[in-house]
């Protein structure tokens, strides 16, 4: 955080007395809101989302929510319009806070951070470069309303993620192997009315070089809610070369696509809010990489993987084209059927997402089989948090219709959790994998049958074995030929792992792929392909 010596410099954040914000608007007495004054760090005019957080405990660096843990940190919000410098602006912590107004927060010891998320993507990854950001004050003995009023100088700007979160120097000399391959899209640039571009990190086996002539099957690969392009890298990719050059996994070459947008993360699915993202990767940008490439050219050498979010996109891009795709190995897949929404039919009648018929909350979260957050919980934070790049929100720009303004309609009431009908018919027609295989099997069929291959665990920290179990139970009566293999006791988490190797699912994975375009391949091959992880 900034020191002391900046401090003077501030934005000051105080709790707002009748003296202090004589000159500011009239509010009803009985919230409470915190006044900012825009200080020497606001060099212009500045917009986005003030965030203040605020914790019990003292001597935190930092003060931020944990998803894992929804109820630890309450948040007020607002959205700030051309603040300018030595401007003042108002936030009410008791209209757009969670979990309750701050008003309503017990005596004690507290922890105070502010921030101004300028570019509105603290809800997909967190506090961002360029931020306007607070040190972090402590409030010793503290009530709402009562005694001195405290103030917070939030003067400093964030910078950019630790490492972790980012390709740093050493990370792209340590990756000469992989290549960026960028490709700006037609479709989507027509549809945005800006350039908007493909990207993906192209990983090439270890022999690519000493073999000129000969060419590769191929596997897209893509990654869950959370990820973007230098965690694809800096993680899976490097991960992928690594096993392949110690021979844990046959030569193939990988694409580690993108699927990030502010909105959330698009899953290369054609959406009248996203765009056309399925039609822009089928048609534009895997010619266009197997022209520059020696990939093979068959849709039987085309493979699909990815997690979470990422296996959820790898499903439909098997199901809604399946003579491009020769088969998808997809992991923890978000919701294939809508019949189990992370535990919520929502196709039963009044379906409300974050409550049963009795009243008790529909779970969203769990950890060591204890329940961490219910699905109402998860959805409100998000949407204080804003309206954008969150993870329901996300369904929402895949899923949703547009509305007359141009935003998504919303599946569900973020206050009631209720379910909007006309929405989830839109859903339903367009987006639940398990209803579309059913509808179109006569046509689709023969190119899906023995295609998809599924892999989650039966502790999935997010419910998703359980719509895992009714897609599978869908493909079993079409005679699908399917591959579900549930793993006993892992979670969102740990699936790939043994005991030894937390990637080990992968080196299988790859070599199911790879016999499936070589069938005839060595005999390690086919022994790693045949374990059963169970």
């Known amino acids: ?296 050219r068959h849709a039987r ?20 084209y399946p003579r491009v795709f020769g088969g998808t190995w997809s992991t923890s897949p978000d919701p294939s059927d809508f019949h189990d929404f992370t535990g919520v039919n929502l196709y039963s009648p009044h379906a409300n997402v974050y409550h049963r018929p009795d009243g008790s909350p529909y779970p969203l979260v769990r950890m060591n089989g204890q329940v961490i957050a219910s699905f109402g919980q998860f959805a409100k934070l998000e949407d204080v948090l804003g309206p954008y790049g969150g993870q329901m929100a996300s369904f929402d720009w895949v899923f949703s219709p547009r509305s007359a303004d141009g935003s998504p309609e919303p599946m569900f009431d973020r206050a009631t959790g209720d379910v909007d009908p006309k929405v989830l018919a839109y859903w339903s027609a367009h987006y639940d994998l398990a209803r579309i295989v059913k509808t179109t099997w006569a046509q689709q069929g023969p190119y899906l049958r023995g295609r998809i291959h599924v892999y989650v665990g039966t502790a999935d920290t997010f419910y998703l074995d359980g719509a895992a179990h009714r897609f599978d139970a869908v493909l079993r009566g079409l005679g699908a030929d399917a591959h579900f293999t549930y793993r006993a006791g892992r979670s969102h988490f740990d699936l790939y792992a043994t005991s030894d190797d937390r990637y080990a699912l992968i080196d299988t994975i790859a070599a199911q792929m790879y016999l499936t375009a070589y069938p005839g391949a060595a005999a390690k091959w086919k022994s790693l392909a045949a374990m059963p992880f169970p």
């Open 1 to 296: 955080m900034m020191p002391r010596t900046a401090r003077a410099a501030a934005l000051t954040l105080v709790f707002a007395s009748s003296v202090a914000c004589a000159q500011l608007p009239q509010r009803a007495s009985q919230h409470l809101f915190f006044r900012i004054n825009a200080g020497a760090a606001v060099g212009a005019p500045v917009s986005g989302r003030l965030l203040v957080f605020i914790a019990r405990g003292s001597g935190a660096k930092a003060v931020s929510i944990d998803e894992f843990h929804p109820d630890a940190t309450w948040v007020a919000a607002r959205e700030v319009h051309d603040l300018a410098p030595g401007a003042a602006v108002e936030i009410d912590t008791d209209a757009v806070a969670y979990p309750q107004p701050f008003s309503k927060l017990a005596p004690g010891d507290y922890q105070v951070q502010a921030v101004l998320d300028v570019d509105h993507t603290y809800n997909y990854s967190g506090l961002g470069a360029g931020d306007l950001i607070s040190p972090v004050l402590t409030l010793k003995n503290w009530a709402p309303g009562e005694g001195a009023e405290p103030e917070l100088a939030l003067s400093a700007t964030a910078s950019a993620p630790p490492p972790r979160y980012r390709l740093t120097p050493a990370d792209l000399q340590a990756v000469t192997h992989l290549h960026l391959a960028v490709q700006r899209s037609a479709a989507l640039s027509r549809f945005w009315g800006r350039p908007t571009f493909i990207r993906a990190w192209v990983v090439l086996p270890p022999d690519y070089d000493q073999h000129p002539s000969r060419h590769y099957p191929t596997v897209y690969w893509t990654h869950g809610y959370g990820g973007d392009l230098a965690t694809s890298c800096k993680f899976m990719g490097t991960q992928v070369y690594e096993r392949m050059a110690a021979g844990k996994m046959p030569p193939m070459i990988w694409v580690m696509l993108d699927e990030h947008l502010p909105t959330g993360t698009h899953e290369f699915a054609d959406s009248v809010n996203n765009g056309p993202w399925g039609t822009a990767l089928t048609r534009e940008y895997i010619p266009w990489l197997e022209s520059h490439y020696r990939t093979l």
């Open 301 to 320: 050498d085309r493979f699909l993987q990815g997690h979470s979010s990422g296996g959820w996109a790898t499903l439909q891009l098997e199901v809604d």
